[in-house]
């Protein structure tokens, strides 16, 4: 990949994340046009800096931040399982967050406590699908991939038992948040600084990522710390999907879907491939939150249904093509 198509690319995945940012903090219920939106900035008050600080961009900023988090952590499972197909709402890694993270919820816990029920869900829904697809003393892709779908199942289903246990007020709230919700997030930052943090720890790492995408025995050789490496990336990629489950529900398919346009667009090096998927997951996010509070307002469509709608075809695209590999 030589240097120009890289920074053409960049130059343009930065400039859609600012325009569907503007977009965000612009179209509404109550659209502002663009001299309004300009001067809002500089206002000391007024229905626009209300509409933008309180309201818009903290949702804007949140719905970036989750579907950063959410595609490094798909580019990190993909790195792990070997395997195209991976992310952390096929795996199982969402379902296991949101399970834990309903059991507290219902448990009368909130906050931080929430936050480490939905971590330590997604490490146990982890471990589950690489201890259900041990065998003989090696895991293959599809074994893991197949294991994965199963545990996504059954997290599911204990998802709707959770939900039946739940008070009736509550129902529509907790259903809008596990299809993926938004309205609640209220902690931009934590999303930003957990998928930054994420990028720059993933950076000097991102030779021995090369390496174990190729294979364990070609890493091994070349003297990559696999076992550490992979035990960072099993915590890693479960830290960063629970910090946007919590944050803003199961929005499932953003993982699978942005490292693969990425590597479309840049190749497999991770060096550009990590800050790549986090603008491009960020962008995609805001993009479906921006249509879900918009297509039929006041009405609004939880943003899982709608990166869904984009995810299963291109999933069902992406088994077609790699139907050898799976075998």
């Keep these: 990949m030589n240097r120009p198509r890289i920074l053409v690319v960049y130059a343009a995945l930065t400039l859609a994340a600012l325009g569907a940012l503007l977009l965000s903090v612009a179209i509404g219920s109550v659209d502002l046009p663009w001299r309004e939106l300009a001067g809002a900035f500089s206002a000391d008050d007024g229905l626009a800096r209300t509409l933008i600080y309180d309201l818009r961009l903290p949702r ?14 798909g580019v990190l499972m993909q790195v792990l399982l070997r395997n195209p197909l991976a992310d952390p709402f096929v795996m199982g890694v969402s379902g296991g967050a949101a399970v834990a993270a309903l059991s507290a919820i219902l448990l009368g816990l909130t906050g931080f406590a929430v936050s480490m ?17 041990h065998d003989e003393g090696s895991w293959t892709p599809v074994r893991l991939l197949l294991t994965g ?6 997290t599911g289903a204990i998802v709707t038992m959770l939900l039946a246990l739940g008070e009736d007020t509550e129902l529509r709230g907790m259903l809008f948040w596990l299809m993926g919700d938004l309205s609640l997030a209220t902690q931009p930052m934590l999303l930003l600084v957990t998928a930054s943090l994420a990028v720059l720890v993933g950076l000097p790492l991102a030779r021995h990522l090369n390496l174990l995408a190729r294979g364990e ?34 929005i499932g398919f953003v993982g699978l879907v942005t490292p693969h346009l990425v590597r479309l ?17 960020g962008t995609l996010v805001m993009l479906a939150d921006l249509c879900a509070r918009t297509l039929f307002a006041p009405r609004q469509l939880p943003v899982g249904a709608l990166t869904a709608l984009i995810g299963v075809p291109l999933f069902l695209i992406l088994m077609k093509r790699n139907a050898a590999a799976l075998r």
Excluded at 60 to 73: D, E, M, N, R, Y
């Design 60 to 73: 804007a900023l949140s719905a970036f931040g989750a579907g950063s988090t959410l595609a490094l952590a």
């Design 117 to 133: 029920s939905a971590t330590l869900g997604a490490l146990m829904a982890t471990l589950l699908v690489f201890a259900l697809a």
């Design 149 to 154: 779908i199963v545990v996504a199942a059954g």
């Design 217 to 250: 025995i070609q890493a091994r050789v070349l003297g990559a710390p696999v076992d550490l490496l992979r035990i960072g990336i099993f915590i890693g990629s479960s830290i960063l999907t629970a910090v946007a489950v919590t944050s803003a529900g199961t």
């Design 265 to 281: 667009l840049l190749g497999a090096d991770h060096r550009v491939v990590l800050p790549a998927a986090a603008l491009l997951g």
